[in-house]
């Protein structure tokens, strides 16, 4: 027995997918038939896998704008990515497949083990709601999930992301037909189809076999053989601007992290401003307070000169009755203690002044050497927040005038180039090393 495998996108209707409401292609009598999997709260699942890489975004920007408040409605909005995706199988259809039959039986245990096994072949596609439909006319499976990629460089380090997802999972983009999407969905087509053999069913694969069809079903089936080719083409299409939107966000990246060093650099030098004018004017007191002392410490020459020339002219004369060792004591010792301590204070001030200065005038001339270093600084990133914003309006001309496939296909190749390089280069460097060994 051979049937066909359908393999189909959806709009992702949650409420519908778990009978919250009835379309008029249900039969409510055979709900109770349906399998639900899993039914998670999408924004739950999103707090689940994203939170701690947003706490970690945030923490980094220092620009209240650039700050995440909710991932989900970030990505809701977002021209790149969807917040989930939805994947509808079918085997066979309702002629050979229906739900009320025996085949049906056999259909709805094919995607059933199907299923079962999904969340631990693909990782990376987090799965939060999954139903099997017996209710309609041919079974059929409801997988939704959000694909996610880890360790990424650019914005949050966990993020949505279909096609990084997928290359986790080893699918590879190469020509246009054979995206990351389309491998995927050929390898998932193989796995359903080694279950239908299992149970001894072939799968039918599309222009392999053709029983006879009256003209208008041949019309019909032509007619929805060239909707999925548009569906195909569409998903291409899809592929090819998101990779042209990941290199664009990529130099609006790299321009963003000039405006925020810019912007860094510009807090750090007002700060060392301010730090190298506070230093200036403890350098200008302590300089006043110097010039202050300096006329002080000059006259300590003259005291001391005054003192020791002519002790008859700097001490007090003895009155008539006063003896010798009287007048010592009593008055020029005193003198002479009051002369060497003025000395020493006036000396020790001094030094402590022009040791503060010192250190006081180095400190101003760090703090101005940082001011001319970040200045000198800002202007280069300047420089070079203009040179990224030139090569992003060089990149759209370039996408206008040659086109986006040309586009696609010199930065594909050039990519190449660099990794053959860079592969090169580390076989060289393992050859030197064994070389030296």
């Not at 008029?24 to 999997?37: A, F, V």
Request: glycine share 4%.
């Amino acid at each position: 027995m051979k049937r066909t495998i359908s393999f189909m996108t959806g709009k992702g209707s949650v409420n519908h997918n778990s009978r919250k409401f009835h379309a008029k292609n249900t039969d409510p009598e055979r709900s109770c038939l349906n399998e639900e999997y899993c039914n998670e709260n999408v924004k739950d699942v999103y707090h689940e896998l994203f939170d701690e890489a947003l706490a970690r975004y945030n923490a980094k920007q220092t620009r209240s704008d650039r700050r995440i408040d909710d991932y989900y409605e970030k990505i809701r909005f977002s021209k790149q990515e969807k917040p989930f995706h939805e994947i509808i199988l079918q085997i066979g259809d309702k002629d050979n497949m229906g739900a009320k039959t025996e085949n049906g039986q056999l259909a709805a245990k094919v995607l059933d083990k199907y299923m079962r096994d999904f969340q631990r072949r693909n990782p990376t596609l987090r799965v939060f709601s999954a139903y099997l439909h017996m209710d309609e006319a041919t079974p059929h499976l409801h997988i939704d999930f959000i694909p996610y990629t880890t360790g990424s460089k650019r914005r949050l380090d966990t993020r949505v992301s279909l096609k990084q997802a997928l290359s986790a999972l080893g699918f590879k983009g190469g020509t246009r037909r054979e995206t990351e999407l389309n491998q995927w969905v050929a390898y998932e087509k193989e796995q359903l189809a080694a279950i239908m053999l299992e149970q001894g069913s072939e799968w039918e694969k599309k222009g392999t076999y053709e029983k006879h069809l009256s003209v208008l079903d041949f019309e019909k089936k032509e007619r929805a053989k060239e909707v999925a080719a548009l569906e195909a083409k569409k998903a291409e299409l899809q592929e090819e601007n998101t990779a042209f939107q990941e290199i664009n966000e990529n130099l609006h990246e790299q321009l963003l992290q000039v405006d925020d060093e810019i912007h860094s650099l510009q807090e750090d030098l007002q700060k060392s401003r301010q730090e190298a004018e506070k230093a200036q004017k403890q350098a200008d007191k302590y300089k006043k307070r110097m010039n202050e002392l300096a006329p002080m410490v000059k006259n300590m020459e003259k005291l001391a000169s005054d003192f020791s020339a002519d002790p008859e002219q700097t001490l007090p004369e003895a009155t008539v009755m006063e003896s010798a060792k009287s007048y010592r004591e009593k008055k020029a010792k005193p003198l002479v203690r009051k002369i060497v301590a003025l000395l020493r204070s006036v000396y020790h001030a001094y030094i402590d002044i022009s040791r503060k200065f010192e250190d006081v005038q180095k400190s101003c001339n760090q703090a101005w050497g940082k001011v001319n270093a970040l200045s000198a600084r800002v202007e280069e990133l300047w420089e070079e927040n203009n040179v990224l914003r030139d090569e992003i309006r060089d990149f759209e001309l370039v996408k206008g005038t040659l086109g986006h496939d040309k586009v696609e296909n010199i930065v594909r190749i050039e990519r190449q180039r660099e990794q053959a390089l860079k592969e090169q280069k580390r076989a060289q460097r393992r050859k030197m090393d064994r070389g030296v060994r």
